[in-house]
């Protein structure tokens, strides 16, 4: 009779059962091995989310020095300009002044050169 259960129930439960006798263990260890998953996936992320904290940490150090570096810098350059611009107006002033100074000569040559 048991052979005759087997052939006539192959849908029933008890042909299931058969096949696989440990169904309730498959179920636990499926539960389990997805709670494992799930605490390392989420060990995984809590361990992501801290470097990508200490990357924006460090990235906003480097702004940090960056930007009182450029200021240091910009200051640096700008007193540079200033300097160039007075020596640039020193000069055109002393262009000038030898100009002047041409002109003067000539005419004192010309006022020498006409006296007896």
Not at 43 to 72: C, F, I, P, V
Request: glycine fraction near 2%; charged fraction near 35%.
């Amino acid at each position: 009779m048991a052979t005759q259960t087997r052939t006539t129930a192959k849908g029933s439960r008890a042909a299931r059962d058969a096949k696989s006798p440990a169904r309730g263990k498959n179920t636990q260890s499926r539960a389990k091995a997805n709670s494992q998953v799930k605490k390392t996936t989420a060990a995984t992320a809590g361990k992501s989310l801290d470097h990508a904290q200490d990357a924006l940490d460090q990235a906003a150090k480097t702004e940090k020095q960056l930007r009182a570096s450029l200021k240091k810098h910009s200051k640096k350059v700008s007193t540079a300009k200033d300097d160039l611009d007075k020596r640039d107006r020193d000069l055109k002033t002393m262009k000038s002044q030898l100009k002047t100074a041409k002109k003067s000569r000539k005419r004192a040559t010309k006022k020498l050169s006409h006296t007896p």
